[in-house]
């Protein structure tokens, strides 16, 4: 290891070193002087021919050097002082170049922080690529990512042959935690026996369900999640085996799970864990438990592999073990095996993706911008690059100074951008702070764009990697360009005066306006998206929604009973709705309230058969699936959708009275050629579906959506709520005043008739409005943002080629203007050949948006990926704001002052 010691030396002991070299050098010199001179060599003359044979001390120094371990992290440490000072005395061009990139840096790094987060980092579970999710989807009802029949899973373990296990969960979010303080609202996730060992998860505290507690009638057990755990039981490490009170009924606690444990669907982390009570039978018979099914694949079995067996099996079982009111489902079903990492992530990865090709786009241009500002910076410096090239300086050493220079920057700009990325992604983190957190509605906006996985996203090793390699890269995109551009010029110019001024060569003005053309083209890639993404949002917000969100205030309650049963029975659910309208309308100005089982653009929980017949054994597709809503009687008003025809709900609609019903427009087009009115139609809803009712339509009332507003209206039937009651309740009141100022009131309202009903998910209609289309809002928002930064660096970049165009063509300039050419002319011909790759880049960049187009065809909404709008608009914005930063040059070289040039000829 003596080298080290070596290099050590050399390094830290640099002093020391140089006087050895001194005095052996010295001495080796005296020792051959004497040798001569004892040959009868003159002393002088002896001295003079042995200085002469050593060829120079300095030169063998420096040869010494050169060879000397350390001597290249020597020269490394003098480039980067060099390149420090060099950029101290430039600050301008430092603080442009740095807050460009940083700006560029820290986008990409944001983005692809929730990439790696949410679509590349392995799940926190052992060998989790084996991992895999089970879901149903019904194309002939639109319906995708739907649960899977508990019974089939558990049948599924058994004759299937590609899963080592098969499991499910299904999420509750309506448990009541009472006896620890307030009523406290839960999250519960069922989970089937086998759940947590699929998973490889061991509890920190007791053990998790045995078999014979996954069963009808099974003991009461549950597991507690760390975080309920240390809340609410404060930590006690006895826990075990102790009670806690869940909606009424006492629950024995035999586990808790470990503080690292994140739960496969992170748009939950439940509080608690019961087990899923499954059915011991091989057919499938009402009621019936479904469950978001799970799975771990055998060593060496494929996704397809699984996902074809499953497919087969599934179809099987329709045919042989679902009951005849079934059948209709398994007809065309799809099953979908995939992995679990791409299936959590859902409808996030095509945003992401396009946000992450939009940051790219915008890296390219902050690069490609700097280039052309290092190549217009490299003018001032450019005698001073060649004069050191003809003294001697390599060309490879000249290219690597400008690399440590570009490096420089690149890293200062990459810590600006992992700094913005550590704000980003604890801001989105954020995004799980409690309604009551000042800034909780900032937090939830940064959330939307990487939907319920917005908890995982973190800055970790992989990023950091991702940041180093994102520096080196930007130093070769923008830094190689300049310093073979210097490297390659011939240093005997730079010794002549008149070198300074000629006209620019071809060559180096088709590299700088190559760069030119290619960050005008990204540039109106980006607006082309822009204007897509921006159109098809104000088409969404034109469509017509079927109700009047203004001045309402919404709320949500879930009818346990505090006995321990899981829902209320109806007549006291009945008691406890007109009990409750009651204090709505009492409050002070509400013109309307209404209790609902599901308000408009949120999902209906309560989808019934309806059929001709009154028969629960017809055949598949004599009977269809709608959606069915039960409501007060002030529903419409309070909700402001219109009536077509027909009458309203009135108090006579109640229980034991015949069922009526009012239907929308695409129900009564479906099924009854829209002509419904006074027509009968029989329906499942209520009673669990045993039997299907008699309805008769008494009205007919516009479409209002339950999805996301882009898409079509269901058919539906809204039933009186007297006469079907539901066990979750949805609360609206419209008022005179800013609804938000009520809310305190409703909660009151609710307690007011049962003190052990918590009342959440309080917000105005208009909010919800919001909600419904904010992420579609922000990043049709952050992609526009991304434009306009493209727009004014192009512009830019086009300043700075053009700015060194005209500094190294004063000369010229001043030229023409003595060989009588105008000032106006000199104004033209600058913009002129400005045009040339301006509109080359509109060219290409217009090429290009036609393929990435493509991208985003699945989020566009009533426009199509090559819209003429968009593409007219993009080209004529980039070509205008490039044409106008051409015109800053064009009018410095109008202004080209003729004396002074010959002067300083």
Partial sequence: MKWIRYLLANLLRKEKVERQLHNELRAYVEMVTDEKIAAGVPAHE????????????????????????????????????????????????????????GLGTGATISIFSAVYSLLLRPLPYGDSDRLISVSTALPKYNSLNQPVIATDLMVAQSETKSFEQIGGYLIDLESNLTGKGDPVRLTNAMVTANFFSMLGVVPQLGRVFAPDEVILNGPPVIILSDHLWRQKFDGDRRI???????????????GVLPPNFTFPDVSVEPDYYAPAVIKRETVVTFPFLVLYAMGRLRPGVSIEQAQAEMQTFMEARGRTS?????????????????????????????PLLILLASVGAV???ACVNVANLQLARAVSRQHETELRRALGAHRFRLIWQSLVESLLLSLVAAALGLATAFLFTSAVRLAGAPSDHPHSQVFELLRLPFGKLSSVIQVDGWVVAFTVGLALLTTVLFGMAPAISSARKDPRNALQTTALRITPSREHGTFRHSLLVVEVGLGVVLLVSAGLLIRSFVNILRTETGFDPSHTLTGMTILRDDRGDRVWAQERVRSFVNQLLEKLRALPGVQAATITSALPLEPSYSISSIA???????LPGTYKFVLTTSITPDYFRVVGTTLVKGRLF?????????????????????????????????????????????ATIVGIVDDVKHGATEQAAEPEAFVPMDQIPEYRVRL?????YDPILLANSLRQAVIAVNQNQPVFDIQTMEQRVADATAQRRLIMLLIACFAWLAVVLSAVGVYGVFAYSVTRRRYE???????????????????????????????????????????????????????????????????GAALVASLIPAAQAARTNLASVLRSE
């Avoid at 187009?853 to 007219?872: I, Q």
């Fill in 732 to 736: 609206a009141v419209r008022t005179l």
């Fill in 363 to 365: 890296l390219l241009i």
């Fill in 650 to 694: 009135d108090a006579g609609d109640q229980a034991g009275k015949p069922l009526v019903s009012i239907v929308n427009h695409a129900f009564s087009d479906q099924f009854f050629a829209g002509d419904a009115l006074g027509k009968r139609y029989y329906t499942s809803a209520g009673d669990h579906g045993k039997q299907r009712i008699p």
């Fill in 813 to 879: 300039m001043g030229i023409r203007l003595a060989l009588g050419a105008s000032r106006a002319g000199l104004l033209r011909l600058i913009v002129m050949q400005a045009a040339r790759p301006i509109i080359l880049g509109c060219m290409v960049g217009a090429g290009a948006a036609l393929f990435s187009t493509k991208l985003l065809a699945s989020v566009l909404f009533g426009v199509t990926p090559r819209d003429p709008v968009s593409f007219s608009l993009a080209w004529a914005l980039m070509a």
């Fill in 46 to 101: 002896a001295r003079r021919t042995t200085l002469a044979e050593f060829g120079g001390v300095e030169l063998v120094k420096q040869a010494v050097r050169d060879h000397r371990a350390g001597t290249r992290l020597e020269f490394i440490w003098q480039d980067l002082r060099y390149s420090f000072r060099q950029l101290r005395r430039n600050a301008a061009f430092t603080l442009t170049a740095i807050i460009t990139l």
């Fill in 322 to 350: 679902y009951p005849p009111q079934l059948s209709g489902l398994a007809e065309g079903r799809k099953i979908v095996v995939e992995p679990l990492l791409r299936h959590l992530a859902g409808d996030n990865r095509r």
């Fill in 612 to 618: 001709y017949t009154d028969s629960m054994k017809d």
């Fill in 240 to 254: 075990v085996g102790k009670a806690a009170v869940v909606n009424g009924k006492q629950q024995t606690i035999i």
